[in-house]
């Protein structure tokens, strides 16, 4: 069975031509395919066509010209018919041009690649392994390898760095699975860099707000992408997600006038969010996203949800509700919040003909809350001109407030009198005269105005809305 193994490059700098050449392990001086591609290039795809059903080694050669073998400059151990790496070894140049070549006398090897992989052997040009216990030490959080003998680094040294993948890394299209590794983003801002790519972020910030801006789409590999995780302890509820250049996110789940593109987008708290590169200019949304719920009316048993602000008239930042507060400026309709410059001064601020609306300050980027505390729900007049209504009663609108509707009535009381009078001490009790009009017999039935009585049994709930 002839296998075709599909492999994705991402952006190779090198100014003349990349040797690729594929060999079985068990047979590694024999080259079963090569090609020489040049070189440089952004998201190129290639296919090794014919191979056996077997393991190979994948070599990638920086060469001068067409026909020259070249420098070796990385080495993958790649099973053909899974198209999974096992291992690879890459190789640095002391004083080289490409990155995260170590400068002569250094003591160590920086490489954004290295983030998170597992490195078993650092191997330098006539020398042996380091022993990983005692002359080198490996950081994966920063992808540092520090020498721990003391002898720098020489100029034109090779040094050979190999790395395992405990849970295999796909060599075609993308990481062969949602993400492929961990990286903490603690920083109130980051630019994330084309090495991380295809990582589960961890937004693990400390700070109210937190903005990450994505790498250009041109330095990424079509279906590659970052998978962003808000339930991990980070402080932000709604960390931005920031693009570079005039990339685009395209997705289609808010119901906007203005279209599907986006400039920034959020992923808020206990959220994830997958972005994939679609082409050169749009990222897409992959797997659910919950914020298809923004903006939407809920009722709660409880006042403490992960994902929803309660309607207590409470004022908040938009900074630190981004999302919320681009649905507020963007998709609500106009009828259905007021604009109010003193914001931050409760009862000025307060349109109690509005109770039921949002309050939104541009300037300040501040909003506050609808406020229904002891507020029940009626149902539009109509809800083909919901929002719309020109005769613009509060009932016919989201967030009106509408008055009870019972009408006052009375009550006829009796006292108990001594004789023909009325002993205004006595204890009122109601009386058994049924008709309809006000009468006084003998001084002791009166007739006296009562309020509003509600007829219908309730229980107690707490409106809120989704962010």
Known sequence: MAIDLKISLGTINYTDYLHVTASKVSTPSSIAWEDWINVPVTNYNFIIPGLDPDNYFIRYYDAATIGALGTLVAELYVNALSGEWEYERRFYTVGGASFGDPLDGDLAIVDPYLIDKNVTGVFKEAFRYYNPTGEYNFDKVNG?????????????????????????????GGSGGIYNGNIDVPELTRTLLTAEVNKRLRLVGTAPTQEITLPLLTTLGIGNGFYFDNSVGGTAVQPKILLSGANKIRFNGFDWVGG????????????????????????????????????????????????????????????????LWWWLTNVLPATHYYTSPNINNFSVSFNAAKTGQFVIDIPSKQFRMPKTEGMMEKGLSSFTVFGLDTVNR?????????????????????????????????????????DGYAQSINGNIIETEGGPENRVKNIGVIYGRRI
């Open 260 to 323: 599907n593109l986006f400039d920034e987008f959020w992923v808020s708290r206990g959220e994830h969010l997958l972005l994939k590169k679609f082409d050169d200019d749009y990222w897409e949304v992959e797997l659910d996203y919950k914020g298809t719920n923004v903006g939407e009316k809920v009722t709660l048993g409880h006042r403490r949800h992960a994902n929803v602000l309660i309607e207590d008239f409470n004022i908040y930042s938009g900074d630190e509700y981004p999302r």
């Open 394 to 434: 509060p009932v016919d609108y989201s967030g009106g407030y509408q008055e009870q509707m019972n009408l006052a009535h009375t009550h006829r009381i009796k006292t108990r009198g001594v004789g023909n009078g009325s002993d205004p001490f006595a204890a009122l009790v109601r009386s058994n005269v049924s």
């Open 144 to 172: 540092r390898i520090d020498v721990l003998t003391g002898v720098a680094f020489a100029q034109g040294e090779k040094i050979a760095v190999e790395i395992k993948y405990k849970v295999a890394n796909t060599s075609s």
